[in-house]
């Protein structure tokens, strides 16, 4: 077996986000680190929608991400650090749409390791160095600098090593233009290392230390050191120079402290806290990341709590002494990994979990009531300040980007019955958690829809001027009428220049009413060709010579004029006789037949447009054009066919087939992200277009189109304006890129895992929250604050106090944006939720009591009790995870009624430990507590133990059944084949693997094939050999105890691995399906970082050997961007075997033409094919 | 790497070669002689006291052994012996050959024959699947205790009952096992034990069914379920 990886849809987590100019024009732009991909979005500064400008699969995990630039320079540039053991400083090229490896130096091992640097990374504020430095011990510093030629150079490193030293965060401290230097949390463990007595340990303390880089000298010196007193988490450079005192913010629990060199005492000012919190009030507060802002004149820092409280932090100096720290609430908003505040007034907030944000800054929150907190502000030690958290008042939300992370469970049915299945996604954290459908197709943002008087026929957009750059008017033609929409404040009927088209003729109707009409020579089907220009002054001129044609003409289309040239250089012309012709339209071979191609079936209508061009403007401002040109022809039989077209001969070569629809296809000219893109409308309306150098082909998310075109206004740059029956809609395309639409459904936990009910298809969801509150709970905690709150009053405030109780009472914040109150380590919520996943609805829901944490599900029928189905839930009772221990579990029963719609309670069974996984089998169940494997028959009290295994090396985290045979995942020790044998009511393990494998979730394959995925990001399909015995016997001597005992005595008999991959990321789901109806079937994948990936069997040795040899020469001829070697990466467990990575393979389409050409040359191909094979091999399977 | 002998020393070289004779041979040893364990050892189901050797080379030992073939005399006194002679005619003439050059005459022909009437593929053989297994009965079916005389039924069936998924192994031996067909009150019979069986209930050898004292049961459920009327 030989499988292929590709990625449906990449990570959407965000785990670094970095601002900055980095095309080097004034545009900001952001770059994202989403674990082993690295992307470019730029927020667009007037509709303040983000697009992403690129994204690029590195193969490597980014530790951390920085942005410097050179004194004096005007472009931003990227360091990397990564698990590659090299620091690699990267450019972004505008012209190429391409990130440029700079440099790329070597200081260590590869891996994430705890000494070799790129943990923490550190820029001097001036560009003048870099810090990267490991978790222990090692530091590096390279010196950037430029040569003569103005370009990026970097030193050789220069060491600052502390043995037995910890690190916990770095910055570079702004200094102006003195010798570059670094502060460091640091904690020195040595002392507590050699003291056996722990005294040492108990005393240790961080410490903040300098490093300075001797710019004269050439080397790096400790330049001071001093402990502190609370230990901090992180620290927040503080701009110098000329611009501020310089110093840092050091952020602690409870505490921010600002630290400067010199007399400057230190400033320190407690984090406040939210008034009536329901969360433990012994519990520390933390800052967990922050933004500065910097003008000329001032500059402020933006720190968020872990609660998602935001805080504007200013500084108050005296002649360049911080005299004073002022905290000021901003806003709040979900807790984010990193903030970003841009020039142009945005904050992008790159959430830790969930959708991220892209918020406009209204107000600084200068002059509000908002109180503001100092340093200076007299308060007791130990005391702070309160706050009441309230809806946004200073930012204004923008735009949205979904995202899927954390993915924890998928499946994947046609539950809608839409013929093509539907992935059930649950999704996010905590009370940002989510239920989301995803389906193929591109979401459709609807602008606005109005009713016409009749049923049009067409519809067209034109420009007032062609230098304008909205358009101005609206055509709509009806059979007898043309209507014309002025676009703008007066929607109403205008009279301007256009020309009708008629059955008799043409007629040119100009601004002054002046008509110019030319009349068809008779009546007569086309078969002629005539040609118009329009001269510079409006006048409509016919070319002399006609074309006659073979056969009558069906369909034509016309290129876009070049930019510079007067007109278009080609025709092309679909004919009756199933072919397509294209026809010269330069003056000097005007009309002369280029070339010809045979189609299937009858054109229905054609488009060339230009495409899979990256330049969008060159340095002038001009707007370049090295894309291709492509003939797009729609077929009767609703058969999109594109076709290259050759710029110079006009000559048709590469044909790409797609079905579209049981209608014949039509195809409009439209406008995406400042690209040519083709609408094609069938029964689907299809959007072709082509997005960081591939092409997609992507149905929209709407209802059947009949006819539109292009749309530009200030409101909507690239719109589509289109006709459905008799309305007239104006739609927007923002998501371009995205492969799945998706609705989402809030739940109120994290979801763990859902069950489909098979005759309802209703969901079973269970939703449990670790360090949570349960309703029940919370009410009462609330209850009991309020009282408290009015004893604590004195005789005469007693009214007031009982007034703020009962608006605290009713004081009700949305925790999805304020987050739920934490509950402390060993407390748990859960909720079991029956749900219609088609309209979202709750049909019933059933809460567990406080500290009783749901695991596991199963719905299933038992052989005893006839055709009802029952619901399972496993509950683990007063888990504590570190150090663990648990007070045992339950596995609660529920019968389904009402049509599968309500959860009627029968009973719960107590257990020992946690019931972690629950599978129906052969009319009972088999439930996995802790290790212990068991059969459970259901009883009229309870459940039954019917039959039991305890060789199960730790933890079952799973169970699959296929006939007699149950494959057990263990949490550490892989697979376990166990068989049932019914005569001795006996489980008997017959056959284990032979790696550990820290399984997080399994799916069967065939009877002897198992694939699995452990929680290292890899994926394996292990194998059972065909002379595997599975009626293996117990030792009949009874003399077990002595030999049988013991981990290392695994069964006889093993597993053989048939294929193993490092995805890179958590793989939190795996299931065998098919996606696309009448496609093949793939094992689909989900990971924690919110990515959707494919594992297809490749069904020749052909396309085996072909793609093997395409990975192997871009392992060569384009190593990943990072420095790590992709297959050390794809190896990082376990040895890549029999997989081939389609990511990898599909980024020749990026890769430069030459090199393409070289790649190709070596396969014997050529650039076209080799990217038609890959399309073909994704349109198989997938989108 | 390789595997070329060095030195001349003749008896450890005949002791290879004996052992890798023994090793063939072993694919001889008949199924319901040995049983294999889950821990990949084997158990010598003919010796009473089922001594449990850890290599294939120890069996073949011990099946060499005096103790061992006293046994065997026991074991196969107990079995009807020549019991597929009828229906295979053709063994019988293979048999024929080889007797003259046997040594215990009697001994050799009544494991010949039940072998041959059982007829099927070596069990340890790794290069060979256990595909077709007729009217085998089993390892597990000479353990004690043995199901009363109504319910003693070849569970070789059992476990071959065809069942939704169970896979191609599983289609196959039950298509090799259709010709014989059961009966429907025999079937019901089978169905009543395996339920019962896998329920909890344990036969006492006397026609009664207990309770297995490590399983669950329904407080008001003190006799196993009737079978039900048809």
């Keep these: 077996m030989f499988l292929y990886n590709l990625t449906l849809q990449r990570a959407t987590g965000i785990s670094f986000a970095i601002h900055g100019n980095f095309s080097g024009t004034k545009q900001q732009e952001i770059v994202v680190s989403r674990g082993k991909i690295l992307e470019l979005l730029r927020p667009d500064p007037n509709t303040g929608k983000v697009h992403t400008l690129l994204t690029v699969e590195v193969f490597g995990v980014i530790r951390s991400l920085m942005a410097f630039r050179l004194t004096g320079g005007t472009k931003d540039y990227i360091v990397v650090g990564s698990d590659s053991g090299r620091i690699v400083i990267l450019e972004y090229q505008p012209s190429k749409n391409m990130f440029e490896k700079i440099h790329q130096e070597t200081f260590g091992k590869s891996g994430c390791r705890r000494i070799v640097p790129g943990q923490f990374l550190a820029v001097d504020p001036k560009g003048r160095a870099v810090m990267i430095s490991a978790i222990e011990k090692q530091k590096l510093v390279y010196i950037l600098n430029r040569d003569a030629a103005a370009r990026l150079t970097i030193s050789s490193p220069l060491e600052a090593h502390k043995a037995n030293t910890l690190v916990y965060h770095v910055v570079g401290v702004d200094v102006g233009f003195e010798n570059p230097m670094f502060a460091c949390l640091e904690m020195d463990y040595e002392e507590a290392d050699n003291d056996p007595t722990g005294e040492a340990a108990a005393n240790t303390q961080q410490t903040l230390t300098f490093y300075e880089l001797d710019l004269g000298l050439n080397h790096v010196v400790r330049k001071y050191s001093e402990p502190l007193e609370e230990h901090g988490n992180f620290l927040i450079t503080v701009p110098g120079g000329s611009d501020g005192p310089s110093g840092v913010l050091i952020c602690s629990e409870n505490y921010i402290t600002y630290k400067n060199f010199g007399d400057q005492p230190d400033i320190r000012c407690p984090i406040p806290r939210r008034r009536n919190d329901l969360d433990d009030p012994e519990r520390g507060m933390i800052f967990v990341c922050s933004a500065t802002h910097k003008t000329k004149s001032m500059f402020f820092f933006l720190a968020q709590t872990e609660q998602g409280d935001i805080f504007k932090i200013t500084l108050e100096t005296d002649e360049d002494m911080v005299t004073e720290i002022r905290l000021k609430y901003f806003d709040t908003v979900p807790v984010a990994a990193a903030m970003c505040v841009l020039k142009t007034g945005f904050l992008f907030v790159a959430s830790e979990f969930g959708n991220h944000y892209l918020y406009q800054i209204a107000h600084l929150g200068d002059d509000d009531e908002e109180p503001e907190f100092s340093s200076a502000m007299p308060l007791e030690e130990g005391d702070t300040f309160f706050f009441q958290p309230r809806p946004l008042k200073n930012l204004v939300l923008v735009d949205e980007l979904d995202s899927l992370s954390p993915i924890l469970f998928c499946q994947i049915a046609d539950l809608a019955n839409e013929d093509t299945p539907q992935l059930y996604v649950a999704c996010g954290r905590g009370p940002r958690s989510s239920l989301r459908v995803l389906r193929h197709g591109l979401e459709v943002s609807e602008m606005a829809v109005s009713e016409l008087p009749g049923n049009p026929n067409a519809v067209w957009t034109v420009r007032r001027h062609i230098e304008d750059e909205f358009d101005a008017y609206i055509i709509v033609s009806f059979v007898n009428a043309t209507l014309v929409l002025s676009i703008g404040e007066d929607c109403g009927r205008r009279d301007d220049a256009l020309v009708q088209v008629y059955p008799d003729g043409i007629r040119h109707i100009r601004a002054d009413k002046r008509v110019n009409e030319w009349k068809t020579p008779g009546k007569k089907t086309i078969v002629k060709l005539v040609y118009f220009e329009m001269d510079p002054s409006g006048q409509l001129n016919e070319y002399t010579e006609r074309k006659e044609m073979s056969a009558d003409v069906v369909c034509m289309s016309l290129a876009n004029v070049p930019p510079g040239e007067q007109r278009s250089r080609f025709l092309a012309v679909g004919l009756v006789d199933n072919t397509v012709r294209i026809i010269s339209l330069d003056p000097s071979d005007c009309l002369q037949p280029l070339s010809m191609q045979a189609l ?137 890129g995205a492969v799945f639409n998706q609705v989402a459904f809030p739940l109120q936990y994290t979801p763990r895992k859902f069950v489909i009910h098979p005759e309802s298809n209703n969901l079973i969801i269970i939703e449990t929250d670790h360090n949570a509150y349960t309703e029940a709970t919370k009410a009462q905690r609330k209850q009991q604050m309020a009282e408290e709150m009015v004893e604590a009053a004195g005789e005469d405030e007693r009214e007031l106090a009982a007034e703020m109780a009962a608006a605290f009472l009713n004081e009700n914040l949305p925790e999805s944006i304020f987050g739920a109150p934490k509950a402390g380590n060993g407390q748990w919520a859960s909720v079991i939720r029956v749900m219609n996943p088609i309209q979202g609805n709750t049909l019933d829901l059933v809460q567990l009591e406080q500290n009783e944490a749901a695991f596991s599900v199963a719905v299933c029928r038992f052989s005893n009790t006839g055709d009802d189905w029952y619901v399972l839930v496993g509950v683990a009772k007063d888990l504590i995870l570190n150090p663990r221990s648990v007070a045992g579990g339950f596995v609660y029963t529920y019968k389904l009624v009402n049509n599968g719609e309500k959860l009627e309670y029968l009973h719960k069974t107590p257990v020992e430990e946690v019931p972690a996984a629950i599978a129906p089998f052969q009319g009972r169940v088999l439930i996995g507590v802790g290790k212990l494997l068991r059969v459970y028959d259901l009883g009229k009290k309870k459940l039954l133990r019917k039959c039991e295994n305890k060789h199960i090396a730790n933890y079952i985290s799973g169970i699959q059944t296929i006939g007699h045979r149950v494959i057990v995942s263990d949490v550490q020790e892989s697979f376990i084949w166990v068989r049932y044998k019914r005569n001795e009511n006996q489980l008997i393990i017959f056959a284990d693997d032979t790696y550990p494998r820290w399984v997080t979730t399994a799916s069967l394959l065939d009877y002897d094939t198992v694939a699995g995925a452990d929680k290292f990001g890899n994926i394996c399909v292990v194998r059972l050999p065909p002379n595997t015995n599975d009626e293996v016997d117990e030792d009949p001597t009874g003399n077990k105890a002595l030999w049988d005992r013991g981990l290392l005595n695994g069964a006889s008999q093993k597993a053989e691995v048939i294929m193993n991959y490092h995805v890179g990321e958590t793989v939190l789901s795996l299931q065998k399906t098919t996606l696309i109806p009448g496609g093949s079937e793939s094992l689909v994948y989900t990971t924690l970082s919110g990515g959707i990936g494919i594992l297809v069997p490749f069904t020749s040795h052909e396309d085996h050997d072909f793609f093997q040899h395409v990975e192997m020469h871009l392992r060569s001829e384009h190593p990943p961007l990072c420095g790590r070697d992709h297959l050390s990466f794809r190896s990082y467990y376990f040895p890549v075997k029999n997989v081939i990575d389609g990511d990898l393979c599909e980024q020749f389409n990026s890769m430069e033409p030459n090199k393409q050409k070289n790649v190709s040359e070596e396969l014997d191909r050529t650039p076209p094919e080799v990217s038609k094979k890959l399309e073909d091999i994704r349109t198989r399977y997938a989108f | 790497m390789s595997f070329k002998r060095e030195g001349d020393d003749w008896s450890q070289l005949n002791v290879l070669k004996k052992r890798r004779v023994g090793d063939l041979l072993a694919s001889y040893i008949p199924e319901d002689e040995a049983l294999m364990l889950r821990d990949g050892r084997f158990a010598c189901a003919i010796c009473p006291h089922r001594p449990v050797l850890d290599t294939l080379a120890m069996l073949t030992a011990h099946r060499a052994g005096k103790k061992h073939l006293s046994s065997l005399q026991l074991f196969y006194g107990k079995k009807q012996p020549g019991k597929g002679m009828e229906q295979n005619p053709r063994p019988q003439n293979e048999l024929e050959r080889e007797e003259t050059k046997a040594e215990a005459p009697l001994l050799t022909q009544t494991r010949l024959i039940t072998q041959s009437a059982l007829h099927r593929a070596p069990r340890y053989n790794s290069c060979c699947r256990r595909k077709c297994r007729p009217e085998a009965s089993r390892p597990s079916v000479s353990r004690p205790p043995l199901p009363p005389p109504e319910v003693e039924l070849p569970s070789g069936q059992i476990g071959r009952d065809p069942e939704p998924g169970a896979g191609p192994q599983a289609e196959e031996s039950a298509a090799v096992s259709s010709p014989a067909p059961v009966s429907p009150t025999r079937r019901r019979a089978l169905d009543r034990y395996l339920t019962l069986r896998s329920s909890g209930w344990i036969p006492d050898g006397r026609g009664r069914w207990v309770k297995d004292e490590n399983v669950e049961f329904d407080s008001d459920e003190e006799e196993p379920p009737e079978p039900p009327l048809v």
Aim: glycine letters at 8%.
């Design chain 1, 600 to 736: 299937p079936a009858q054109p229905e209508s054609l488009c060339i447009v230009e495409m899979g061009g990256t330049e969008k403007q060159d340095e002038l401002g001009e707007r370049g054009s090295i894309g291709f040109l492509y003939l797009n022809i729609g077929l009767q039989n609703g058969v999109l066919l594109r076709t290259v077209l050759d710029p110079v001969t006009g000559d048709l070569s590469d044909t790409r087939t797609r079905y579209l629809g049981s209608r014949p296809v039509k195809l409009f000219r439209v406008r995406m992200q400042g690209q040519e893109a083709v609408l094609a409308m069938s029964s689907r309306s299809w959007l072709s277009y082509s997005y960081q150098s591939r092409f997609h082909l992507t149905p929209l998310s709407y209802e059947t189109l009949e006819f539109a075109s292009g749309f530009a206004s200030e409101q909507c740059p690239e719109g589509i304006v289109a006709i459905s029956t008799n309305t007239l809609r104006i739609l927007a395309l923002e998501k371009l």
